[in-house]
């Protein structure tokens, strides 16, 4: 579970809703058309919620950019540090080759 809640909240978000869609992709019809199950839906209906399902999932879509976004920046502060840190090691090593050096 704490793994779960370590994931950035908007990406929680849409891990859920995507979830939820393969589970039953029936959730989104309400979305679609008012009326998904007969034929008399009123077009302006459907249109408005094809819109909003269209906002829905284009916010979802950038929340998904941003996320990935800011992983990105991560993966390379990461890369960074990774190269600061070997950096360090071999200054480490070149120091611990001086004193053993120096103590013969």
């Known amino acids: ?11 929680r978000a849409i891990l859920t809703v995507l979830a939820l869609v393969g589970r039953n992709p029936t959730i989104i019809e309400p979305l679609i ?9 009123r077009p302006i209906h459907s249109a408005r919620r094809m819109a909003d399902f269209t906002r829905v999932f284009g916010g979802l879509s950038g929340k998904m950019i941003d996320f990935f976004r800011r992983l990105g920046n991560f993966s390379r502060q990461t890369i960074n540090f990774s190269g600061k840190i070997i950096e360090l090691s ?3 090593a070149n120091l611990s080759r001086q004193i053993t050096d120096s103590s013969r």
């Open 1 to 11: 579970m704490s793994a779960w809640l370590s994931i950035d909240p908007d990406f």
């Open 33 to 41: 058309s008012t009326r998904p199950h007969q034929s008399d839906a």
């Open 90 to 92: 071999r200054q480490l």
